[in-house]
């Protein structure tokens, strides 16, 4: 199957278009802890955790399936042939290695968080409160305590058993995912989420 580009890839998420647009214009006003987040969530934090699911994988611990699709990528108006090789949800060997990768994962994906938080404190507490910046203020507390929940649920979930593992077939591993009202999630996908 051939897949077509033909905008740039911030255009076809525009919850991460407004969530840029948005962390700019706090960051005029002193507020840089949103763009913290999402430099810290959206880049350092997956290679990170791409980096980590190598080298599991090089010792045994972790098989990392892969899906690759075509695309056609108009580049100033000229067709370019492009393969792109996308991660899917990692395998991992044992259930309580599984648990215990998502779970470290999940902690420091807290711990980021909680630090964009604090900086947000420092920033908000260093600047004199006007009306049009405690709005500002609030604005960036919503955008960085709504993923910050999302982590605590999926910490709690992971706590209470609600996520289901799978044992792939023909490979000896196992899969997590989480299911909530619109289906199943893989945990990988769980994990690297932004907002």
């Not at 507020?31 to 955790?49: E, R």
Request: positive net charge; proline residues 4%; aromatic residues 10%.
């Amino acid at each position: 199957m051939m897949n077509y580009q033909n905008t740039a890839l911030l255009i076809y998420a525009p919850l991460y278009l407004l969530f840029v647009v948005t962390g700019f214009g706090l960051a005029f006003m002193g507020l840089s802890a949103p763009i913290f987040y999402g430099l810290c969530m959206g880049l350092i934090f997956p290679v990170v955790i791409s980096m980590r699911l190598h080298t599991l994988s090089e010792s045994g611990q972790a098989m990392l399936l892969k899906e690759t699709t075509h695309w056609t990528v108009y580049v100033q108006g000229i067709p370019v042939q492009e393969t792109r090789s996308s991660l899917k949800n990692p395998c991992f060997s044992t259930p309580q290695r599984l648990q215990q990768f998502c779970m470290r994962t999940l902690l420091a994906r807290l711990v980021l968080q909680v630090a964009s938080v604090a900086l947000l404190a420092q920033q908000a507490s260093a600047n004199p409160l006007s009306t049009s910046y405690g709005a500002a203020a609030f604005v960036a507390l919503i955008i960085l305590l709504v993923p910050l929940y999302r982590t605590v649920r999926l910490l709690r979930k992971m706590h209470n058993g609600e996520w289901a593992l799978q044992q792939v077939e023909g490979i000896e591993g196992y899969q997590a995912f989480f299911i909530d009202k619109k289906g199943a999630h893989t945990a990988l996908d769980k994990l690297l989420a932004i907002m």
